[in-house]
């Protein structure tokens, strides 16, 4: 094991010395101002409405609303972080000639892979924690909103910032970086906007549409964690509140269902196997 | 005794394309082999089957006695690909250090210290990659692969960017390496070096092994010159023991003789004429 963490170390001292942190860290600080301050803006204007005649809580549609919001973004760049670590893992870094003097010591493809994929899930999951803890906090200190699962919510969106990662270093072995960035990037896309259409479809109660979002989610597993999480910030907001929050565009209204877990774990171990075997048996 | 290097019926196909065609090559410890042929011969897929990164069609090949691409083989081997790079942060302190972690090395500061002595970069071990000349970077590649002692070390055009200088450090270093018991598989398209310093040589081309044999029979005597006073007389194909009777020939004659040449062909004839024969 102790390859594996020479290589995750040198992943991340490759992302410390090139500076990608302080990018990072300078866009991060840009969103997160920007986020407090429409949260303040929104609470404020928020603040004089009572609760009205139909049961509507204005605090809690805002305060859900955003903190789905900053979900969405928190996932969007803990992704382009996690693609970004590892999109060049394998045949980017072999067509340069970084990988081969790494490989032909005595350490396992596989233990290469590992290393990659750790280095590449430690930094996603930290940015995604410390991001998504600031976003509740803001959000519950700036309209004394607070959501009612935070916790699972952000391991659900931890994991699915681990599956985009896993699915990156995969496309690395057949893809080059660009061509693996775009793809990812776009896969990433196309599972978000099946998500949208599912909230569509439970909306409107169209079975078609339901079931290809629901087909897209298992296919794209990320998709699923990250519905799964909205859901949790609000299952049990009561009412038309509630029937609001769960049918907009960053509403809860999907329940993925108690194999979705175990599915997401399957998921990682045949993309783990898959990467393997087919890194295992690729000439370079 | 143990090859470093041996390889039995190679054959490496990639789709239509027969890049090894049935190699046989052996390389005995401590010996260097100098492998030559044109671009594109196959001589890179040799090497990179030895490394394990590329897999045999058919047939074997195995390094210090296990099969090449085991764990075990390549703790024996250090290798310098012909296209490489190294991160462009570390100093080349820091990419021996780790490489001696991946190949369990224990030598620590002193072994860093005197493989950049070796190949005369003991005054930039903090120096970044990426601020050193292509000449100083395959002088490091050189001094990454002798990480952790190996037994065989795979060299891919490792002066292919370096200076006269540059050249008489890995000249020097390669002597140095058959002394310390090292066996070389030296890929290059020098043959003056591989002429001045390799005890074999393997010509390859199409994938096939052409010839082999050290150098010297390789480039095999081709005849005699003979300076007389009416001109240079030239004898294709005579040795050194017709000399005498050439001589008494020309005085015969009333020639005047001012100097005698043995010819021996270069490495470089030797060479072409089997790649361009094996061409025809």
């Known amino acids: ?284 | 005794m143990t090859l470093a290097l041996e390889v039995s019926g190679l054959a490496k196909r990639y789709g239509a394309t027969h890049a090894l065609r049935g190699v046989d090559l052996a390389v005995a410890e401590g010996e260097l082999v100098g492998l030559l042929g044109p671009n594109g011969a196959g001589k890179s897929t040799l090497v990179k089957a030895a490394c394990g990164l590329v897999r045999p069609s058919a047939g074997s090949v195995r390094v210090c006695g296990a099969p090449a691409g085991s764990p075990a083989a390549r703790r024996t081997l250090g290798y310098l690909a012909e296209l490489f790079r190294f991160p462009g942060w570390a100093s080349a302190e820091e990419l021996l250090r780790l490489h001696q972690r991946l190949a369990g090395s224990t030598g620590g500061v002193d072994e860093r210290g005197e493989l950049l002595r070796l190949v005369g970069l003991a005054d930039a071990s903090q120096r970044r990659v990426e601020t050193m000349s292509k000449g100083m970077q395959q002088r490091l590649g050189i001094a990454q692969a002798l990480v952790g002692n190996p037994r065989l070390l795979l060299l891919d055009e490792p002066t292919s960017a370096l200076d006269p200088a540059g050249r008489r450090v890995v000249r020097d270093l390669l002597q140095e390496l058959r002394r310390r018991k090292v066996a070389v598989l030296l890929n290059t398209h020098l043959l003056s070096e591989v002429e001045r310093i390799c005890d074999r040589v393997a010509i390859i081309d199409h994938g096939e092994l052409l010839a082999a044999g050290r150098p010297d029979e390789l480039a095999r005597p081709s005849g005699v010159e003979v300076d007389t006073a009416g001109g240079t007389h030239r004898f294709d194909g005579a040795t050194r023991d017709e000399v005498p009777a050439i001589i008494e020939r020309l005085v015969a004659a009333g020639e005047r003789i001012y100097e005698v040449r043995p010819v021996r062909s270069t490495l470089e004839d030797a060479y072409l004429a089997v790649v361009e024969g094996h061409h025809d």
């Open chain 1, 1 to 284: 094991m102790t390859d594996v963490l020479v290589i995750a170390g040198l992943a991340l001292r490759e992302s410390l010395r090139r500076r990608v942190f302080v990018v990072v860290v300078a866009l991060t600080l840009a969103f997160g101002a920007l986020y407090t301050w429409g949260a303040s803006e929104l609470f404020s204007d928020v603040s004089g409405f009572g609760i009205g005649r139909l049961g509507l809580d204005p605090r809690t549609l805002a305060g859900a609303t955003l903190l789905g919001l900053a979900m969405f973004g928190t996932l969007f760049l803990g992704a382009v972080l996690a693609i970004f670590l590892t999109l060049s893992a394998v045949r980017g870094d072999a067509e340069t000639g970084l990988l081969q003097p790494l490989i032909v010591r005595p350490l396992s493809r596989s233990h290469y892979l590992a290393g990659r994929l750790l280095a590449a899930a430690a930094v996603a999951l930290g940015y995604v924690t410390i991001v998504y803890a600031a976003a509740v906090l803001v959000t519950g200190i700036t309209g004394h909103w607070w959501p009612e699962r935070p916790v699972a919510a952000g391991l659900r969106l931890m994991l699915a910032v681990v599956v985009v990662a896993a699915l990156s270093l995969l496309g690395s072995i057949f893809l080059s970086a660009t061509a693996n960035g775009i793809g990812v990037l776009m896969i990433f896309g196309a599972g978000l906007l099946a998500g949208l259409l599912g909230s569509i479809g439970d909306a409107l109660g169209s079975g078609t549409i339901q079931t290809i979002a629901n087909t897209a989610s298992w296919l794209l597993p990320f998709e699923a964690l990250y519905r799964d999480a909205l859901r949790l910030l609000v299952q049990d907001v009561p009412g038309v509140t509630g029937a609001i929050i769960q049918l907009g565009p960053l509403g809860g209204s999907h329940d993925a269902g108690p194999l979705l877990l175990p599915w997401i774990a399957a998921y990682l171990v045949l993309t783990a196997v898959a990467g393997a075997f087919t890194f295992g048996r690729r000439d370079l």
